[in-house]
């Protein structure tokens, strides 16, 4: 930092380039062909990556990793992850790919909903009054696992209860929550479980686990690596740990000296610096970001990051809608500085740009060229022949211009 600036202040563009660069956004994309060893490097980065079943561009958790990396093949998560077992399926910042290191630090999260705690109040009822449906399920996959919950000898119809879920796939989600089974892989997008010390690697499953205190602290601490720059909130968000205790956890980290208090200009709260944060000086990103992405998903974080306002309008009367069904934000350099809603039209081999919007202080001829770019290199990635503007939203007529 400047010499005169002091270190325990931020001005809020040295706090945004701290925030892309702890996401991995002030790194080149490769210029080679795009490996394993790449898909590790953004785990690296991130930390953990948020899995959603929404398709109408493609699945969610493959986004961000084109985000950072440009094209790749898409098997390459499902080898790292179901093959080369260097991540498993957890709760983490919902339901996420995890790296297997961070195994131990969450399975106090596994004995608390095991314990009914800290989970769904229609599992935690269930697994009273059904135990026999659970402890059957279990036999079943110890049996004969890997399976999908409708593969159950009983797993009976989806009805109008709660989430509609069957009694097998409700046995299958508790267990899942009690880390009990977890993915051994997908097919479809469908989980099949396996007994958790089947798909786990038996030196994660054998590694001493720390006390819920020490574990909290080592979730906090990945947390900090890969936002950079936070307030307890944003920290206690990226895993969803709970309020109690995070800032005693916090404090003990700034005693270890892994985080530093500092303030930010505009900032309402205390921040955290990581300790070994990169400073960028400059950043030069360019990116369509997931919903679902760690660099936006918190979406107060993203208002006092980058003045963007950010909602998510899936469930949204589509006549209540302001920039669509799938809205992706557009990075470009530092800042977020339009919004695109996206569909993958594959039977007529079309990326559909159904709404573009640029934010008020951006120059859309400048954006348009370099979206326009962007869009075309998702297209190829998705194997589609070509984008398609819709006429809808300020800044589709520059985006077809610019096509």
């Known amino acids: 930092m400047p010499p005169d600036r002091p270190a325990d202040r931020l001005t809020p563009k040295a706090a945004r380039r701290i925030a892309l660069g702890a996401q991995g956004f002030a790194t080149r994309r490769p210029t080679a062909e795009i490996a394993a060893r790449h898909i590790d490097r953004v785990f690296d980065t991130v930390g953990l990556v948020q899995i959603d079943s929404v398709n109408v561009l493609t699945r969610s958790h493959y986004l961000p990793f084109f985000s950072r990396l440009g094209g790749y093949r898409q098997d390459l ?13 957890y709760w983490g910042h919902e339901c996420s790919y995890i790296p297997v290191s961070l195994f131990p630090a969450l399975r106090w999260r596994m004995e608390d909903a095991r314990a009914g705690r800290g989970i769904y109040k229609g599992l935690a009822k269930f697994a009273i009054e059904r135990r026999d449906v659970i402890d059957r399920a279990l036999r079943e996959i110890a049996d004969n696992g890997p399976l999908g919950a409708s593969e159950l000898s009983f797993a009976g119809k989806s009805s109008g209860g709660w989430w509609g879920w069957s009694d097998g796939k409700t046995a299958m989600e508790w267990l899942f929550w009690a880390g009990l089974v977890t993915t051994a892989t997908r097919r479809n997008f469908e989980r099949l479980y396996d007994l958790t010390e089947r798909v786990v690697p038996a030196e994660a499953m054998a590694a001493p686990i720390p006390d819920r205190e020490a574990a909290q602290r080592i979730l906090l601490d990945r947390a900090a690596q890969s936002l950079g720059v936070a307030t ?99 990075l470009m350099g530092e800042d977020i500085v339009a919004r695109v809603c996206l569909k993958a039209d594959r039977a007529a081999g079309l990326l559909r740009v159904n709404a573009s919007h640029a934010e008020e202080f951006a120059d859309r001829d400048r954006i348009a060229a370099a979206l326009i770019e962007e869009l075309r290199a998702m297209a190829d990635w998705l194997g589609l022949d070509a984008v398609a503007v819709e006429p809808s939203g300020d800044l589709a007529p520059a985006l077809a211009a610019a096509g």
Do not use: M, N
Not at 77 to 89: H, N, S, V
Not at 283 to 306: N, T
């Open 77 to 89: 998560l499902a080898r790292q992850a179901y093959r080369r077992r260097r991540y498993f399926e």
């Open 232 to 330: 307890e909130r944003d920290l206690r968000d990226y895993f969803r740990l709970p309020a109690a205790g995070t800032a005693d956890r916090i404090a003990e980290l700034v005693e270890d000296g892994a985080l530093i208090p500092v303030s930010v200009k505009g900032w309402r709260h205390q921040a955290y610096l990581a300790a070994e944060a990169r400073r960028p000086r400059k950043v030069a990103a360019c990116a369509l970001l997931s919903p679902f992405d760690s660099l936006v998903w918190e979406r107060d974080r993203a208002e006092r990051l980058f003045g963007f306002r950010y909602r998510l309008e899936i469930y949204t009367p589509a006549e209540k809608r302001v920039h669509g069904y799938y809205v992706l934000p557009f």
